[in-house]
């Protein structure tokens, strides 16, 4: 259930928004927008074109999905790149002095993280010279959580960190404690060792500075993805991957 001020900041954007099309549709009819005759007229412009509705919104959404890329960029060229190479944040692989690389926050149950993993590990297997961050960022509740602490205590076994990390993001339903243990034992984990890892005050303080880094650049959601310094939240593919490394 949303709070109050949600529902009264959705109700002011909706507002806000029907006030601007009645204005832009007066305008175009070359009417006065706020005279009473004209709002009939324009009412019933719109009620037989509704197309101009879906057309305005859909214009509207992508100039606010524009600036918060563009203020996601912003904060994360502020930030720099080093922020999300921390070992203490995030499992760390390849070369330093990398040409390539790529940053990616997760979530174990989140179905657009699951379908980005084949780009993800197809590239990973083929760019042995990139450097990777893989940042677990559980937003998805307890069960999230508890994968993210498996899998930031895999990092204490980081010959099989990668392993486990593809093959939990391979799971096809919700990844609860169970199946954490049972993936981790078929991907050739000390089990019993990664219980007690898990039980760590370091993951607690990695857990919070991750959300603090997420924060810091406007990372919202899940997967977001930085490529050569470039964000980019959503789904990934071969194709989306392929363009952003070239384009760096």
């Known amino acids: 259930m949303k709070e109050n001020w949600e529902i009264a900041a959705i109700g002011g954007a909706a507002g806000a928004i029907v006030a ?5 549709v007066a305008t ?16 019933a412009y719109l009620v037989s074109h509704p197309e101009v509705l879906v057309e305005m919104s859909n214009k509207l959404q992508a100039q606010q999905e524009d600036q918060q890329d563009s203020s996601r960029q912003a904060a994360v060229n502020k930030l720099g790149l080093k922020a999300f190479f921390d070992p203490k944040l995030a499992f760390v692989t390849g070369p330093a002095n990398a040409k390539t690389t790529v940053v990616e926050f997760f979530d174990y149950n989140c179905p657009y993280c699951r379908a980005s993993m084949p780009a993800m590990k197809k590239f990973f297997v ?6 990777f961050s893989f940042i677990e960022f559980p937003i998805k509740g307890p069960a999230s959580t508890v994968a993210a602490r498996a899998a930031m205590a895999a990092r204490k076994q980081p010959d099989r960190y990668v392993v486990f990390h593809f093959a939990l993001m391979s799971q096809d339903g919700p990844v609860d404690e169970k199946e954490v243990f049972d993936v981790a034992r078929q991907s050739g984990l ?7 890892d898990m039980k760590s005050h370091a993951i607690d303080y990695s857990l919070a500075a991750v959300r603090t880094l ?8 899940t997967p977001a993805f930085i490529v050569n310094g470039h964000i980019r939240e ?11 490394t070239k384009a760096s």
Do not use: C, W, Y
């Open 20 to 24: 601007m099309m009645l204005a832009f």
């Open 28 to 43: 175009a009819l070359g009417l006065t927008p706020f005279a009473s005759a004209n709002a009939n007229a324009v009412h």
């Open 126 to 131: 083929s760019h042995k010279n990139a450097r």
């Open 190 to 196: 000390d089990v019993e060792k990664l219980r007690n």
């Open 214 to 221: 997420a924060n810091a650049a406007n990372i919202d959601g």
């Open 234 to 244: 959503g789904a990934m593919t071969d194709d989306v991957l392929a363009q952003m």
